[in-house]
């Protein structure tokens, strides 16, 4: 799956995009919108984006657990150099173990303060009333979506995570 962003001016255009979307085979699982007055979409059938979509949780915890289990193997390794006599293999797997649940914890209650880096790009626009549609769409259609919405709606600034922003970011959100 490819996540697009869809930065639109308005509340109307969105509702029309989203039908459109939904004619070409996206349910409302893949469809997320997020703006200053998104109640009105919400009536309408429209998911509201929540903090998966817009902050770095999804990505945090992941990079949380693989740090935790690296200390606490290290720690592991410390603590049967001090505590001499000890079973090195039940210590270090015990230390890796808390180090991953302990990681995965922390990052994760980071992640949720961190913005997506495309939501964060489109802040301000948001503020002043635009619309941000994040839909995820499979990697063979992307185009297809992309062309369409382009064709019938050429005010909308469509998106999408690149290379670039995951090196500016470590986040991207999910």
């Not at 635009?130 to 064709?151: G, R, W």
Request: no cysteine; proline share 3%.
């Amino acid at each position: 799956m490819q996540r697009l962003y869809f930065l639109i001016p308005d509340k109307e255009t969105t509702s029309t995009i989203v039908d459109e979307l939904n004619a070409m085979g996206l349910t409302k699982e893949d469809l997320h919108v997020m703006g200053k007055d998104w109640r009105p979409l919400e009536k309408e059938g429209v998911p509201v984006a929540t903090l998966i979509q817009t902050s770095d949780v999804a990505n945090a915890w992941k990079r949380g657990a693989i740090a935790g289990a690296v200390l606490g193997f290290v720690l592991g390794l410390v603590a049967h150099f001090i505590i001499h006599g000890t079973n090195i293999v039940w210590i270090t797997l015990a230390m890796v173990v808390f180090g991953a649940l302990f990681g995965v914890w922390t990052s994760t209650m980071v992640g949720v303060s961190v913005r997506d880096v495309k939501v964060s790009k489109y802040d301000k626009a948001i503020k002043r009333g635009a619309m941000l549609l994040i839909i995820d769409v499979p990697e063979e259609q992307e185009e297809t979506f992309k062309t369409v919405i382009k064709h019938h709606h050429p005010e909308v600034i469509i998106d999408k995570i690149d290379a670039k922003d995951r090196a500016e970011n470590v986040g991207e959100g999910n």
